[in-house]
């Protein structure tokens, strides 16, 4: 795959081990990604910004992306900016996926904008569909062991 395709990963910080470990996978998958988010490799000088500062540079990130991943770890649910850069993602019409982080399969809960605006929820050992996903094709949801699930909500696809 030669085309590089914009994306950005929504996580708990500190999950940021899953993270680039699935940053390296897509990369080690042949996928060329350029990643939009914020984590350990993009901090400045470690300074806190404002939260207004912090939505305003989350939404332009997002708005760069192509593709919406949530990385789904056992904490993900209960942080507040995941499920606002979710919503922001969906208000901008984003594909929005979830990927399960390795080892939490039967133990992590959704975020609840997820729940409702995921175009898609795989297992982690489906990086190739994540793959699939990020160039355009469309993936049935999945169970955390990788099975095919019903999706959540039943929402209709818009052709613009």
Known sequence: ?????????????????????????????????????????????????????????????????????CLIGPKTHTREWVNDEIKWAHEQGKKIVGIYAHGYAGTAELPENLKEYASDIIGWNSIEKLGDIITGENIPFENPDGTTANPMFVRPNIKC
């Open 1 to 69: 795959m030669s085309d590089q395709h914009n994306i950005f990963i929504s996580h708990y910080g500190k999950d940021d081990e899953h993270l680039q470990s699935l940053k390296a996978r897509l990369k080690e998958n042949g996928f060329n990604i350029r990643n939009f988010s914020v984590d350990s490799t993009n901090h400045k000088d470690g300074r806190k910004p404002s939260n207004a500062v912090v939505e305003r540079l989350l939404r332009m990130r997002i708005s760069w992306s192509s593709t919406f991943i």
